[in-house]
């Protein structure tokens, strides 16, 4: 019995020094991702990005702002990359085409644009995806499979997509509390409604834009801070691409102009526009009826919109902005309850 424990022991002792000693050179991931200036996605079928850090914000092929959130994905999987073990020689052909036809390379730059790490991204096996290193132009000769630990299984194809329009951020507002100095909400069709709210520190004042709509009441501190907080977090549905939609709102006059500026003077806003039932013949989907049974002209459940972070036209939907939208008279006790 001795005997036996022992070969099992040495037999182990043998296979974790053959690992360590195949694996101890080759590494996936970049332990400092703060070192990375720009990440190169392409794919078979000529689809390209290039996302490349600006200051905080990260831009894909220089024309727009990547979404935040998926950035951190990126980076946390690029961190994570870990050796689950090496291609068998049975598996090992099969492995190689796959790479050849399908996979992405993925071309990791410092911030002086000098190369860190290039490796291709195949498809999905047992708990990782296949992968593969290429060092100064030449692609290594051993595949190996890949994953993030402490995950049972996800294709990391999916967090490296070469299609620029799967990164764009969809964006409108992220402030904190903190960081907020004005927000200006003007109710095009009903000025009455419209305020700009102004901060300094703990100092919160809110102000008609129509001055006889002036309300000398006490501020309801709950309905300040709620609304406050919707800042934090603000992302329109989609981008949209049809030019004729496109014409048609900027030929519009908006519904609402929602208006943020914070503590370092950066200005964002979006216009809210009426989305028609039926746009060219087409039906848009809004099944509102008035009263007498008749469909409304506007969907009230969308709008379209222009962001002036992204510099997009694009669907808005009423359950995300309409608590921002709310009234002047909102902010104010109601002195008749107490």
């Known amino acids: 019995m001795l005997v036996v424990i022992a070969l099992v022991a040495v037999l182990a002792y043998l296979k974790y020094n053959k690992s360590k000693t195949n694996f101890e050179e080759i590494e996936f991931h970049i332990a400092d991702v703060n070192e990375i200036g720009s ?9 390209k990005s290039v996302l490349r850090k600006a200051d905080t914000k990260w831009l894909v092929n220089d024309s727009f702002f990547a979404e935040k959130a998926k950035m951190v994905i990126l ?41 860190i ?26 595949p190996f499979i890949v994953k993030i630990p402490g995950i049972k299984a996800t294709d990391l194809k ?16 992220s402030t904190s509390i903190d960081k907020i100095k004005s927000i200006t909400v003007n109710f095009h069709e009903r000025p009455q409604n419209s305020f700009r709210l102004t901060k300094d520190e703990d100092l919160i004042k809110i102000d008609p834009l129509v001055d006889s709509m002036k309300i000398n009441k006490s501020l309801n501190k709950e309905h300040v801070i709620q609304f406050l907080l919707e800042f934090e977090s603000k992302h329109f549905e989609g981008k949209i691409k049809n030019d004729s939609v496109i014409s048609y709102i900027k030929a519009s006059k908006p519904a609402y102009t929602i208006e943020l ?16 039932s039926s746009f060219n013949g087409v039906d848009l989907g809004s099944p509102a009826v008035d009263a007498m049974g008749k469909r409304l ?14 510099k997009d036209f694009a669907i808005a939907q009423y ?7 709310v009234p002047y008279n909102y902010f104010f006790e109601d002195k008749s309850k107490n």
């Open 261 to 276: 500026e914070d503590m370092l003077q950066e200005k964002r806003y979006i216009k809210l526009f009426k989305m028609p």
């Open 75 to 115: 980076l946390q999987t690029i961190n994570k990359l870990q050796i689950e073990m090496p291609i068998g020689d049975s598996m090992r052909k099969m492995a190689i085409q796959d790479l050849r036809t399908l996979g992405r390379e993925i071309t990791i730059n410092n911030k002086d644009g000098d190369e």
């Open 319 to 325: 359950y995300v902005f309409g608590p921002i939208l």
């Open 117 to 142: 790490k290039t490796f291709y991204v195949g498809s999905q096996m047992g708990a990782g995806n296949v992968m593969i290193l290429k060092e100064n132009g030449i692609v290594a000769t051993d």
């Open 297 to 310: 002209p506007f969907n009230l459940d969308k709008y379209w919109a222009y962001s002036s972070y992204s």
């Open 39 to 47: 990440i190169i996605i392409s794919d078979k079928q000529g689809n």
């Open 158 to 173: 999916h967090r490296f997509p070469a299609n620029p329009n799967a990164w764009y951020t969809t964006e409108v507002f």
